[in-house]
């Protein structure tokens, strides 16, 4: 998910601010201002900017909301008189909070309605249809939101429509303040107000004039519009996060372009994906997978070439002398029109699986010229002695350990923009406490932002994952200054002499990554981990780490790297180590009849989903978000549902907008196959906030969670298995994303699982949901996994897999200094005694590293001296 807006002045964007900011349990809030608690005593009502602000953030700190929200919007509104020294701010400094104000007390929709009556009275309707849009789809029955439509677009009008009412006219400007106000505890100062009745066009409040868009998305109408117009429009709509429109205007661009504006398509098929926007029966996500597979096949054929391999190539490509690369080096012309994460979610068939390398390769091959374009569409020059040579590098580290006669630390680093609330932080922080410091001294470097100090003490309660692995680490190395110029970082790292450097973002986090550093080939060895479940496909990238189940080497032509086989699953996870996760139970605690939700009790069925069902017999989930769904996948979820009478099954609304879509998908197939009452039988559940909430939730609300396929949970999927609920899994795809629970449940014992295509995948789910004894079994092996201590499961063990990736890394090392090319390594498994973790070793590793920091510290200290 994108970060939060950083130059409202510059552009605006507070759709995206406010679903990013406020909505998704992984993303941070940047406010940074703070004012001591003691600070302020008293507060009399003013129109200064500045003092508004304080009082705010005052308010907020005493978890005072109503009354915050108040002095932080008149902050908001009020920004550009604040010109006094030492007095000016940024406006988000006052938006993010006051957005926060009303999540916190769960009353977005009431904000959205705010901001959309007053845009609307100002003359801004774009910008007050775009929150009236979110408002009304976060909430459909919202009082203020209906009235505000209704009074907007007539009684029967809808959002978008021609408005009904002249915004300019005084009397209708007093309605539209009527209703804001309606929504809102307080008087605005400052902002134009019922009383004033101040003409937009008369006002130099430049913080609204913001909202006067001048992109062609103000001009909303589509008519005579060129394919390359469309596109922008189209792209507009999605920057705001109205989806719907962003699909069917990047269809009118792709049509009108006669399909040859294969950006344009590409996209229109995205959005519908996302939405669930599957046509008849699901024909149309036929039709676009074709298309899909179709264009990629066509611009492979046209951009991609190998290039003979000659040794500056290599230099200029970052890749080592002595490998073979299929007989030479891929070139690129252009990018393919998908984007690689994109292809994550499409369901292509094993015969086109290759056509997501291709999608990557295009992406890693262009990745770092597109990171030297400057604004006036002139690509800069690269310095000189970039990319960095392996073959110098290659001299270097051999001729050093020489010289030493104590064997020194490999030097280790990670780099990625989320070292914060991100999922892969949730997974992967803990590994940072258990790195042997005799073996390994680990540099982080952090391209993202840290999280706000109120996110973390709100929505976090406390707990903060960066500071985490700060407490655990050698060297955290803050560069989010550098996270746009890679070649500062690029040198920054290598100065560092950086022997191994693991990358945590792969193509997933666009926008906010370091585009293009590890093309520059920092270091000698570089590694691709984690985060994106498919290869870079980088020549420059060596390896990835993996498993034997998910990356067999019969799939190795799908990958440009080598493998690293780590035993017992590739993915870390933390779950058995964080005291805020809450480890499952055997028995549920019973709910009392006709009390409210609580998270950890009652049992799946009598929680049935939060929905009014009675007499539930089983309960099926998938909280993935719907990119990953797709027709195949919930036709067997019907079936399935059809066979265990009584059953139900639990999603998550992600997006909101794509439940009336997969609702209709789902009645078209009750009238075709005559089965009544489906739609009643699929629930949806929000998004909890917090991270320990949401995966608390599965114990309480799932008995089985059905995987999507190809595109499986991931961090959802540990959740659940950490919660006692089996995941009932494909295993016939070749994509790695589409292979990761298929491990999971061979290391966890539940082979069986395992299904091998369509029909066995609906078998075993049948027979989960009405055989309660073999029900029963799964679900008790699976949680005396999650409890086991002496010595704990290899599946949850973070020391032990410590401890196989230090291994690796250590192997490909040894490989790189005996002028050995890059090759698949695996892990060797160790006897059970000596490799498993015990109660007793855990506080022993950790102060272990604890104490090597605390003697690297001193030593800083006396050479400083």
């Known amino acids: ?36 608690l003691d600070d302020i005593h008293s507060f009399d009502e003013t129109t200064d900017g500045y003092a508004n602000l304080q009082e705010g953030t005052r308010l907020f700190q005493l978890q005072k909301y109503n009354e915050a929200s108040a002095y932080l919007w008149r902050a908001v509104l009020l920004q550009e008189q604040a010109k006094e020294p030492g007095k000016t701010y940024d406006v988000n400094e006052a938006f993010n909070p006051f957005l926060q104000c009303y999540h916190i007390q769960n009353k977005l929709v009431d904000a959205l309605v705010l901001i959309s009556a007053e845009s609307y009275a100002r003359g801004q309707a774009s910008m007050g249809e775009m929150y009236l849009t979110r408002a009304i789809a976060t909430d459909a029955n919202h009082e203020q939101a209906i009235k505000l439509k209704r009074f907007v677009y007539g009684e029967y009008g809808a959002v978008g429509d021609e408005l009904k ?9 007093n309605q539209l303040w009527l209703i804001r106000d309606s929504v809102d505890a307080f008087k605005l100062e400052g902002s134009a107000t019922s009383e004033s009745a101040i003409s937009s ?48 205007v990047f269809e009118l661009s792709c049509q009108k372009s006669g399909e040859t ?26 039709k676009d997978m074709r298309t899909i597979a ?7 054929q046209q951009y991609r070439s190998i290039v003979t391999a000659s040794d500056g190539l290599r230099r200029q490509n970052g890749l080592h002398d002595e490998m073979e690369y299929d007989g030479g080096v891929i070139h690129w012309k252009r990018a393919t029109s998908v984007h690689p994460h994109m292809m994550l979610g499409y369901p292509l068939n094993n015969s086109n699986s290759v056509l997501k390398r291709y999608a990557a390769e295009s992406m890693a ?27 110098d590098m290659r001299k270097k580290y051999p001729e050093q350990s020489k010289k030493v006669d104590v064997k020194r630390p490999l030097k280790v680093g990670f780099v990625g923009c989320g070292f914060n609330s991100k999922a892969v932080m949730y997974l992967s922080q803990d590994i940072f406490r258990f790195f042997d410091p005799s073996l390994v001294e680990i540099h982080i470097f952090s391209t993202g932002r840290p999280d706000h100090p109120l996110f973390i003490q709100g929505t976090m309660r406390g707990v903060d994952w960066r500071q985490n692995v700060i407490d655990n680490v050698d060297y955290f190395h803050d560069v989010n200054h550098l996270q746009g110029d890679h070649v500062r970082l690029a040198r920054f790292i290598h100065d560092q002499e950086i022997q191994i450097l693991i990358e945590w973002d792969g193509y997933a986090r666009q926008g906010e990554r370091a585009a293009g550093l590890m093309a520059l080939r920092p270091c000698p060895i570089q590694i691709l981990h984690q985060e994106f479940l498919m290869t870079s496909g980088a020549q420059y990238i060596d390896y990835i780490i993996t498993d034997k189940v998910v990356s067999p080497l019969r799939l190795e032509h799908l990958y440009t790297e080598k493998f690293i086989y780590l035993p017992n699953h590739f993915f870390s996870k933390g779950h058995a180590l964080q005291k805020e996760v809450a480890p499952p139970s055997f028995e549920y605690i019973p709910k009392i009849e006709g009390s409210d939700f609580q998270l950890g009790v009652g049992s799946p069925q009598e929680n049935a989903c939060l929905s009014s069902n009675d007499n539930v017999s089983f309960v099926y989930c998938n909280f993935n978000k719907f990119l990953k769904h797709n027709p195949e996948t ?29 609702r209709k998908f789902i009645s078209e197939i009750e009238a075709k196959h005559s089965v009544p009452n489906l739609n009643s039988r699929i629930h949806f559940l929000p998004w909890e906030q917090n991270p320990f909430d949401h995966q608390r939730r599965s114990h309480s609300l799932c008995n089985v969670m059905l995987d999507s396929h190809p595109y499986n949970g991931h961090t959802t999927a540990q959740d659940a298995l950490y919660a006692g609920v089996p995941i009932v899994t494909r295993s016939d795809g070749d994509d790695m994303s589409s292979r990761v629970s298929t491990s999971a449940n061979e290391v966890l014992g539940l082979e069986e699982l395992n299904a091998n295509g369509v029909s066995e995948y609906e078998h075993i789910a049948i027979r989960l949901g009405n055989d309660a004894t073999w029900f029963s079994s799964i679900r008790s092996k699976l949680i005396h996994t999650c409890l086991q201590k002496d010595p704990m ?41 000596n490799s498993a973790t015990f109660q007793e070793e855990l506080s022993m590793m950790e102060s272990k590293r604890r104490d090597m920091k605390r003697l690297k510290k001193k030593r800083s200290m006396n050479n400083e001296l």
């Not at 005579?224 to 962003?246: D, G, Q, V």
């Not at 179709?294 to 492979?300: K, L």
């Not at 990736?805 to 390594?825: C, N, Q, T, V």
């Open 261 to 286: 504006l294969s950006p344009a398509c590409a996209n229109a098929v995205y959005l519908r994906t996302n939405l669930c926007d599957w046509g008849e029966a699901g024909k149309g996500f036929d």
């Open 793 to 833: 499961h290899p599946y949850w063990d973070v020391p032990r897999y410590v401890k196989n990736f230090e291994k690796g890394l250590g192997m490909a090392w040894e490989a790189f200094l005996s002028e050995r090319p890059p090759d698949h390594i695996e892990i060797p498994v160790d006897g059970e005694q």
């Open 634 to 662: 919930t036709l067997s979820w019907i079936r399935i549902l059809h066979e265990v009478p009584k059953s139900i099954i639990c999603l998550l609304e992600n997006p909101k907008d794509g439940i009336p879509n997969l």
């Open 1 to 36: 998910m994108g970060q939060a807006v950083t130059g409202i002045i510059r552009r605006l964007n507070l759709a995206v601010l406010l679903l990013m900011a406020s909505l998704h349990p992984f993303t941070r809030v940047h406010l940074p201002f703070a004012v001591a």
């Open 165 to 173: 009412v002249d915004v300019d006219n005084d009397l209708i400007k």
């Open 201 to 248: 066009d008369d006002t130099d409040d430049d913080f609204w004039n913001q909202f006067k868009e001048t992109s062609a998305a103000a001009d909303n109408s589509v008519d005579n519009k060129s394919p390359e117009e469309l596109y922008n429009i189209a792209t507009s709509y999605f920057n705001n996060k109205n989806l719907t429109y962003a699909s069917e």
């Open 365 to 391: 091959s262009l990745d770092e010229v597109r990171a030297r374009i400057d604004d006036d569409g002139s690509i800069k020059s690269l310095p000189d002695g970039l990319p960095y040579s392996v073959a």
């Open 294 to 300: 179709q264009i990629t096949q066509r611009e492979s």
